[in-house]
Structures are given as C-alpha cells and as structure tokens.
C-alpha cells in the first residue's frame, strides 16, 4: 500500500467555521490532489499539486483552498464550511512523468459532516 | 472537459457468472483509462487499467477492452466470486492526472 495518511479520519463541524484536512505522504511523489467523493458524482477532483508551492485548480474549486509547503504535505482548507461540502474526501498521489499517466494511489478518506 | 458516462449504476450476479461494466468518455484526446474497485468504507484501489495504444488487457479474472472509435471501454469481471462485491469506478484522462474523470460508479453484487 502506498505510504499516504489522511488526518482526521472523521470530523463534524458547524456551518461557517474552517476546516483544514492534512494528506500527508511518504513516496516522495511529486503530485498530489484532493478529490471528493458524493453519491452519484464518482471523484471530483477539488485541487492538485505538482510540486512545493505548485498547486491549480480542479473541477470543484470554489470554496476550497491548497497549499503544499512540503513534498510530503498536501492541506486542504475549507475557509467558511458550508453544509454541500459535507462529503468523503480522498487525498491522492502519483509519480506521473512527462505524458505518461501513472496511477493514482488514495488515502483512506476523511468524512466531513457540516452541520 | 472530459465526460464519463458509466453504466449500469448497480449490477447483481449469481456467483461463477461474469459481470460487464461499460463507461464511455466524451473527449477524443484521452489516452488513459484506470478501474478502480471500493469496497464499502474503504479508499478505491486501482484493479486494472488501460492505455490507449492497445484494445485489451487481461489480469487473470479481470479484463478491460478500449474501442477508441466508439469511444468506450468494459471491464469484464470471470467467474466472479462474493468478494467481488464493490462499487467500480472507470476513469479516462488525457495528458496527465490533472484532467482525469471519473464514471458515477457502479455497485456490484455477487450473490453466493
């Protein structure tokens, strides 16, 4: 299995406060990302890095932010929790190279309650 | 952007028989196509996956077949055993990770 832990596992939290997830790796690969998981949607990915300082944009953006200070590290912060990012969120890596797409290798989830 | 459709949502069989899952993507230019298995509460795991330079690959009991034209691609799960029982995720990316899509999934069920 691949050396990603995600902390905390589970949390519930009120509307309107932060929230900060940590993926945290020990491949030394360079990219990671933060997908989330709803029933119906499949993964979503919410924002990328491919590499310290270097992060984008994915498909489900707004309300989150990234940063990545380390190659182990990967935060995910919600600024002000609002009850439709209630989901499982999933931290992946992967080693891809050039154009070659590796596979991705997922954390084992945070479930997030917003209430 | 890309679009993965995937079909059936949820798929029930008698065990020993096959199972057939089909996604079909929108966008010409991908190249990549992984299968993930998630069994309940656990993070999906990669079973299979599939570049587009080849039509078939096989690992044991498990197979996925690309037809670039159509733009769609199966995983063929054999002899399937209770085990099995997860939902599967397809995917389709083009140059690198950053645009990969996934299906809506697929719920199998396979019934001693």
């Known amino acids: 299995d691949a050396g990603i832990t995600q902390s905390p596992r589970h949390k519930v939290t009120e509307t309107g406060t932060p929230v900060t997830l940590r993926c945290h790796q020990t491949e030394n690969h360079r990219y990671m990302y933060w997908y989330r998981q709803d029933p119906g949607h499949g993964l979503r990915l919410i924002h990328y890095?491919?590499?310290?300082?270097?992060?984008d944009k994915g498909e489900v953006s707004d309300g989150y932010s990234v940063s990545r200070s380390k190659t182990e590290d990967f935060l995910l912060t919600l600024e002000s929790a609002t009850s439709s990012q209630t989901s499982v969120y999933f931290c992946?890596?992967?080693?891809?190279?050039?154009?070659?797409?590796?596979?991705?290798?997922f954390g084992n989830g945070t479930r997030l309650t917003v209430t | 952007g890309e679009n993965v459709e995937q079909h059936p949502s949820t798929l029930s069989v008698q065990e020993g028989d096959s199972a057939v899952i089909k996604c079909t993507y929108s966008d010409s230019a991908s190249n990549y196509f992984p299968w993930y298995k998630q069994e309940l509460g656990k993070r999906p795991q990669l079973i299979i996956d599939?570049?587009?330079?080849?039509g078939e690959k096989k690992d044991q009991r498990i197979a996925v077949t690309l037809n670039k034209t159509a733009k769609h691609f199966s995983l063929h799960i054999t002899e399937t055993q209770p085990e099995d029982s997860a939902v599967y995720f397809c995917a389709a990316s083009k140059s690198n990770n950053n645009d990969m899509r996934f299906g809506a999934g697929t719920r199998l069920t396979v019934k001693p």
């Open positions: 599939i570049r587009s330079n080849v």
């Open positions: 890095s491919y590499g310290v300082k270097d992060t």
């Open positions: 992946a890596i992967s080693d891809s190279r050039g154009s070659n797409n590796s596979p991705l290798h």
